[in-house]
Protein backbone atom coordinates (compact mmCIF):
# COMPACT_ATOMS: atom_id res chain seq x y z
CA UNK A 1 0.00 0.00 0.00
CA UNK A 2 1.01 3.60 -0.54
CA UNK A 3 1.47 4.42 3.04
CA UNK A 4 4.06 1.35 3.45
CA UNK A 5 6.22 3.09 0.47
CA UNK A 6 6.35 6.35 2.09
CA UNK A 7 7.16 4.20 5.64
CA UNK A 8 9.96 2.65 3.76
CA UNK A 9 11.53 5.94 2.26
CA UNK A 10 11.26 7.43 5.70
CA UNK A 11 13.46 4.36 7.05
CA UNK A 12 16.20 4.22 4.87
CA UNK A 13 16.53 7.98 5.15
CA UNK A 14 18.27 7.60 8.52
CA UNK A 15 19.44 4.54 8.00
CA UNK A 16 23.10 5.87 8.28
CA UNK A 17 22.47 7.13 11.85
CA UNK A 18 20.38 3.82 13.21
CA UNK A 19 20.33 2.75 16.83
CA UNK A 20 18.15 -0.49 15.91
CA UNK A 21 17.86 -1.65 12.58
CA UNK A 22 15.63 -4.29 11.36
CA UNK A 23 15.58 -6.25 8.03
CA UNK A 24 13.23 -8.14 6.89
CA UNK A 25 12.81 -9.86 10.37
CA UNK A 26 10.47 -12.84 10.81
CA UNK A 27 9.53 -14.52 13.86
CA UNK A 28 7.35 -17.53 13.71
CA UNK A 29 6.58 -19.73 17.14
CA UNK A 30 6.07 -23.41 17.35
CA UNK A 31 3.20 -24.66 19.12
CA UNK A 32 1.41 -27.81 19.76
CA UNK A 33 -1.43 -26.15 17.87
CA UNK A 34 0.92 -25.58 14.85
CA UNK A 35 2.81 -22.45 13.95
CA UNK A 36 2.16 -18.99 14.88
CA UNK A 37 3.74 -16.12 12.88
CA UNK A 38 4.23 -13.47 14.79
CA UNK A 39 6.12 -11.05 13.19
CA UNK A 40 6.51 -11.25 8.96
CA UNK A 41 8.98 -9.30 6.50
CA UNK A 42 9.28 -6.00 9.45
CA UNK A 43 12.00 -3.46 8.22
CA UNK A 44 12.60 -0.42 10.54
CA UNK A 45 15.36 1.66 11.51
CA UNK A 46 14.99 3.46 14.81
CA UNK A 47 17.59 6.70 14.76
CA UNK A 48 19.46 7.92 17.74
CA UNK A 49 17.35 10.35 19.93
CA UNK A 50 13.41 8.94 18.33
CA UNK A 51 11.25 8.17 20.51
CA UNK A 52 9.17 5.32 18.23
CA UNK A 53 5.35 4.27 19.37
CA UNK A 54 4.41 0.77 18.04
CA UNK A 55 0.82 0.85 18.04
CA UNK A 56 -1.67 -2.50 16.62
CA UNK A 57 -4.32 -4.26 17.72
CA UNK A 58 -3.48 -7.10 20.20
CA UNK A 59 -1.65 -10.20 19.07
CA UNK A 60 0.00 -7.92 16.14
CA UNK A 61 3.82 -8.07 17.45
CA UNK A 62 4.04 -4.83 19.08
CA UNK A 63 5.58 -6.55 22.44
CA UNK A 64 7.11 -9.38 20.25
CA UNK A 65 9.20 -7.19 18.41
CA UNK A 66 10.53 -5.22 21.51
CA UNK A 67 11.33 -8.22 23.04
CA UNK A 68 13.33 -9.35 19.81
CA UNK A 69 15.46 -5.76 20.25
CA UNK A 70 15.85 -6.99 23.92
CA UNK A 71 17.16 -10.20 23.33
CA UNK A 72 13.99 -11.77 24.65
CA UNK A 73 13.14 -13.90 21.70
CA UNK A 74 14.97 -15.04 18.82
CA UNK A 75 13.83 -14.03 15.18
CA UNK A 76 13.20 -16.74 12.74
CA UNK A 77 14.20 -14.31 9.77
CA UNK A 78 15.93 -11.73 8.44
CA UNK A 79 18.28 -9.74 10.33
CA UNK A 80 18.20 -7.03 13.83
CA UNK A 81 20.96 -4.98 15.19
CA UNK A 82 20.96 -2.93 18.16
CA UNK A 83 23.88 -0.08 18.47
CA UNK A 84 25.18 -2.01 15.49
CA UNK A 85 25.53 -5.40 16.76
CA UNK A 86 23.80 -8.55 17.87
CA UNK A 87 20.45 -7.86 20.01
CA UNK A 88 22.99 -10.42 22.35
CA UNK A 89 26.09 -8.88 22.16
CA UNK A 90 23.77 -5.52 23.29
CA UNK A 91 21.98 -7.22 25.78
CA UNK A 92 26.25 -8.00 27.03
CA UNK A 93 26.91 -4.33 26.44
CA UNK A 94 24.04 -2.90 28.45
CA UNK A 95 22.55 -1.06 25.94
CA UNK A 96 19.32 -1.04 26.93
CA UNK A 97 16.92 -0.49 29.71
CA UNK A 98 13.55 -2.51 29.81
CA UNK A 99 10.20 -1.52 31.36
CA UNK A 100 7.78 -3.84 31.54
CA UNK A 101 3.76 -3.10 31.42
CA UNK A 102 3.77 -4.12 35.29
CA UNK A 103 5.97 -2.47 37.42
CA UNK A 104 7.56 -5.86 38.58
CA UNK A 105 8.86 -4.39 42.18
CA UNK A 106 9.93 -6.69 45.02
CA UNK A 107 7.90 -5.46 48.07
CA UNK A 108 10.20 -6.20 50.60
CA UNK A 109 12.78 -3.93 49.06
CA UNK A 110 12.12 -0.40 49.45
CA UNK A 111 12.09 1.82 46.43
CA UNK A 112 16.03 2.46 46.59
CA UNK A 113 17.06 -0.61 46.89
CA UNK A 114 14.43 -1.99 44.12
CA UNK A 115 16.47 0.30 41.58
CA UNK A 116 19.91 -0.34 43.12
CA UNK A 117 18.84 -4.25 42.23
CA UNK A 118 20.35 -4.35 38.58
CA UNK A 119 23.37 -2.38 40.05
CA UNK A 120 24.50 -4.71 42.49
CA UNK A 121 23.99 -7.49 40.02
CA UNK A 122 26.23 -5.45 37.84
CA UNK A 123 29.06 -5.06 40.26
CA UNK A 124 28.65 -1.69 41.39
CA UNK A 125 30.36 -0.04 44.59
CA UNK A 126 28.02 0.68 47.34
CA UNK A 127 29.01 4.32 47.51
CA UNK A 128 27.86 3.98 43.13
CA UNK A 129 24.88 3.08 43.55
CA UNK A 130 23.41 5.70 45.77
CA UNK A 131 24.64 8.25 43.74
CA UNK A 132 23.16 6.40 40.56
CA UNK A 133 20.16 6.25 42.72
CA UNK A 134 19.53 9.25 43.70
CA UNK A 135 20.27 10.80 40.04
CA UNK A 136 17.53 8.61 38.40
CA UNK A 137 15.05 9.14 41.52
CA UNK A 138 15.20 12.76 40.89
CA UNK A 139 14.95 12.40 36.81
CA UNK A 140 11.52 10.49 37.69
CA UNK A 141 10.30 13.34 40.36
CA UNK A 142 10.51 10.63 43.10
CA UNK A 143 13.78 12.26 45.35
CA UNK A 144 12.89 11.85 49.06
CA UNK A 145 11.31 7.69 48.25
CA UNK A 146 14.03 5.74 48.02
CA UNK A 147 13.13 4.82 52.33
CA UNK A 148 9.48 3.96 51.23
CA UNK A 149 8.31 0.35 50.63
CA UNK A 150 6.16 -0.70 46.68
CA UNK A 151 2.72 -0.54 48.90
CA UNK A 152 3.03 2.96 50.12
CA UNK A 153 3.46 4.56 46.72
CA UNK A 154 0.39 4.62 44.31
CA UNK A 155 0.68 2.83 40.78
CA UNK A 156 1.51 5.89 38.79
CA UNK A 157 4.58 6.36 41.28
CA UNK A 158 5.65 2.50 41.23
CA UNK A 159 6.27 2.83 37.42
CA UNK A 160 7.99 5.86 37.54
CA UNK A 161 9.94 3.88 40.15
CA UNK A 162 9.94 0.98 37.42
CA UNK A 163 11.72 3.28 35.13
CA UNK A 164 14.05 4.83 37.07
CA UNK A 165 15.55 1.37 37.71
CA UNK A 166 15.89 0.86 33.93
CA UNK A 167 17.61 4.01 33.56
CA UNK A 168 19.90 3.72 36.68
CA UNK A 169 23.17 2.24 34.66
CA UNK A 170 22.81 4.77 31.90
CA UNK A 171 21.92 2.79 29.13
CA UNK A 172 21.51 4.64 25.90
CA UNK A 173 18.06 3.43 24.74
CA UNK A 174 15.14 2.56 26.80
CA UNK A 175 12.31 -0.07 25.79
CA UNK A 176 9.13 0.38 27.11
CA UNK A 177 6.44 -1.91 27.26
CA UNK A 178 3.24 -0.44 27.39
CA UNK A 179 4.33 0.64 30.95
CA UNK A 180 1.18 3.19 31.28
CA UNK A 181 -1.51 1.06 30.01
CA UNK A 182 -3.37 -0.39 33.57
CA UNK A 183 -3.06 3.62 35.10
CA UNK A 184 -6.28 5.94 34.83
CA UNK A 185 -6.53 8.53 31.98
CA UNK A 186 -5.91 11.56 34.14
CA UNK A 187 -2.56 9.96 36.02
CA UNK A 188 -1.55 8.41 32.41
CA UNK A 189 -1.66 12.42 31.15
CA UNK A 190 0.61 13.24 33.59
CA UNK A 191 3.01 10.47 33.06
CA UNK A 192 3.43 11.10 29.38
CA UNK A 193 3.92 14.77 30.36
CA UNK A 194 6.55 13.76 32.24
CA UNK A 195 8.02 10.75 29.63
CA UNK A 196 8.56 13.58 27.40
CA UNK A 197 10.42 15.76 29.52
CA UNK A 198 12.63 12.71 30.55
CA UNK A 199 12.67 12.46 27.09
CA UNK A 200 13.84 16.05 26.73
CA UNK A 201 16.71 15.57 29.48
CA UNK A 202 18.24 12.75 28.66
CA UNK A 203 18.22 12.38 25.18
CA UNK A 204 17.59 8.78 25.42
CA UNK A 205 16.27 6.65 22.40
CA UNK A 206 13.02 5.15 22.85
CA UNK A 207 10.88 2.21 21.43
CA UNK A 208 7.19 2.54 23.41
CA UNK A 209 4.36 0.45 23.30
CA UNK A 210 1.09 1.11 23.26
CA UNK A 211 -2.54 0.18 22.35
CA UNK A 212 -3.71 4.19 22.83
CA UNK A 213 -3.61 6.64 19.29
CA UNK A 214 -3.63 10.01 21.17
CA UNK A 215 -0.88 8.27 23.15
CA UNK A 216 1.05 7.32 20.33
CA UNK A 217 0.31 10.68 18.76
CA UNK A 218 1.47 12.46 21.95
CA UNK A 219 4.82 10.99 22.54
CA UNK A 220 6.55 10.46 19.50
CA UNK A 221 8.68 11.24 16.80
CA UNK A 222 8.24 8.38 15.33
CA UNK A 223 4.58 5.82 14.47
CA UNK A 224 4.69 2.53 13.44
CA UNK A 225 1.45 1.57 13.10
CA UNK A 226 1.23 -2.62 12.86
CA UNK A 227 -1.42 -5.05 11.56
CA UNK A 228 -2.77 -8.01 13.13
CA UNK A 229 -1.02 -11.59 13.27
CA UNK A 230 1.50 -12.02 11.17
CA UNK A 231 2.68 -8.54 12.66
CA UNK A 232 3.92 -6.52 9.73
CA UNK A 233 4.35 -2.85 9.44
CA UNK A 234 1.55 -1.23 7.74
CA UNK A 235 2.91 2.80 7.80
CA UNK A 236 5.71 4.62 9.32
CA UNK A 237 4.55 8.17 9.97
CA UNK A 238 6.81 11.23 11.29
CA UNK A 239 5.38 13.53 13.52
CA UNK A 240 5.23 16.95 12.29
CA UNK A 241 4.78 18.25 16.15
CA UNK A 242 7.13 20.51 17.90
CA UNK A 243 9.58 18.41 20.36
CA UNK A 244 7.89 20.41 23.19
CA UNK A 245 4.06 19.43 23.72
CA UNK A 246 1.89 20.38 25.91
CA UNK A 247 -1.17 18.72 26.31
CA UNK A 248 -3.43 20.92 24.71
CA UNK A 249 -1.64 19.90 21.59
CA UNK A 250 -4.01 17.24 21.17
CA UNK A 251 -6.07 19.36 20.43
CA UNK A 252 -4.77 21.21 17.30
CA UNK A 253 -4.89 20.55 13.66
CA UNK A 254 -1.91 18.85 13.49
CA UNK A 255 -2.22 16.11 16.22
CA UNK A 256 -5.15 15.56 15.06
CA UNK A 257 -4.68 14.51 11.26
CA UNK A 258 -1.72 12.51 12.78
CA UNK A 259 -4.15 10.57 14.71
CA UNK A 260 -6.64 10.22 11.92
CA UNK A 261 -3.77 8.34 9.50
CA UNK A 262 -3.04 5.96 12.76
CA UNK A 263 -6.89 5.42 13.06
CA UNK A 264 -6.69 4.28 9.11
CA UNK A 265 -3.87 2.84 9.11
CA UNK A 266 -5.07 0.37 11.51
CA UNK A 267 -8.29 0.03 9.79
CA UNK A 268 -6.12 -1.10 6.13
CA UNK A 269 -4.58 -3.08 8.35
CA UNK A 270 -7.50 -5.10 9.67
CA UNK A 271 -8.38 -5.21 5.95
CA UNK A 272 -5.21 -6.67 4.80
CA UNK A 273 -5.81 -9.73 6.73
Known sequence: MATGTAGAETSSAVS????ISAVN??????TNDGPVHALKDVSLDIAKGDFVSFIGPSGCGKTTFLRVMADLEQPTGGTITVNGVSPDAAREARAYGYVFQAAGLYPWRTIGKNISLPLEIMGYSKAD??????RVLELVELAGFEKKFPWQ?????????????????DAD?????EPFGALDEIV??????????LWDRTGKTIAFVTHSIPEAVYLSTKIVVMSPRPGRITDIIDSPLPRERPLDIRESPEFL????????GLRAGHGDV
Do not use: C, K, P
Request: proline share 0%.
Open 129 to 134: QAERVT
Open 25 to 30: LDLTFQ
Open 188 to 197: RDHLNEQLLQ
Open 257 to 264: EVAHRVRE
Open 16 to 19: NTSV
Open 173 to 177: ILLMD
Open 153 to 169: LSGGMQQRASIARALAF
